[in-house]
T-cell receptor
Framework: SQTIHQWPATLVQPVGSPLSLECTVE??????LYWYRQAAGRGLQLLFY??????ISSEVPQNLSASRPQDRQFILSSKKLLLSDSGFYLC???????????FGPGTRLTVL | AQKITQTQPGMFVQEKEAVTLDCTYD???????LFWYKQPSSGEMIFLIY??????QNATEGRYSLNFQKARKSANLVISASQLGDSAMYFC????????????FGKGTMLLVSP
């Protein structure tokens, strides 16, 4: 069966510091991968998605970037965090033949 | 205009009763898909149920069913025999068009189940 991992689970970072969140999927090949952000009490905002290694589409221009160095690895990064980057970051995957997305446990980021 | 509208910020239901969570959508595509996800306090988004625009029967998964009314562009989630563990945020989402596409989520409905 497929599983999706995210780490860290919780992160507190100062403004201006770098960020690296990692997401990995097991049990499938060539998945579509997604990064979402959820502000407190709000819905999900799609940040990036990827249909293959090195292929990244950005939905919202911002302070963040994404990379997919391996088939089942998706990384969300920032060179300098802003206060507005605080939120709950969710990674998701789907089969390339399906629309149903399955989510990881999330990373709660607080920027102080 | 919002693609997915969930008009109920919060809903209350007693244990063992049924509850309906509303979702309306806006699309001009003929082919689309509708999803419901549950988000408990732990934060993880859990996939519940899917309905394709060409599916003639309403989708069902255990205690969850999707009341799909295409002409009204609504895709309400019905939870039968509510349990305390059903207390969570519920999100409706839509995929537009054929083939690969991203999902658009509504703002969610908070469901509280009381004993």
């Amino acid at each position: 069966s497929q599983t999706i991992h995210q780490w860290p689970a919780t992160l507190v970072q100062p403004v201006g510091s770098p960020l690296s969140l990692e997401c990995t999927v097991e049990g499938t090949s060539n998945p579509n991968l997604y990064w979402y952000r959820q502000a407190a009490g709000r819905g999900l905002q799609l940040l990036f998605y990827s249909v293959g290694i090195g292929q990244i589409s950005s939905e919202v221009p911002q302070n963040l970037s994404a990379s997919r160095p391996q088939d089942r690895q998706f990384i969300l990064s920032s060179k300098k965090l802003l206060l507005s980057d605080s939120g709950f970051y969710l990674c998701a995957w789907s089969e390339w033949t399906s629309d149903t997305q399955y989510f990881g446990p999330g990373t709660r980021l607080t920027v102080l | 205009a919002q693609k997915i509208t969930q008009t109920q910020p919060g809903m209350f239901v007693q244990e063992k009763e049924a509850v309906t969570l509303d979702c309306t959508y806006d699309t001009s595509d003929q082919s689309y898909g509708l999803f419901w996800y549950k988000q408990p306090s732990s934060g993880e988004m859990i996939f519940l149920i899917y309905q394709g625009s060409y599916d003639e029967q309403n989708a069902t998964e255990g205690r969850y069913s999707l009341n799909f009314q295409k002409a009204r562009k609504s895709a309400n989630l019905v939870i039968s025999a509510s349990q305390l563990g059903d207390s969570a945020m519920y999100f409706c989402a839509m995929r537009e068009g054929r083939g690969y596409s991203t999902l658009t989520f509504g703002k969610g409905t908070m469901l509280l189940v009381s004993p």
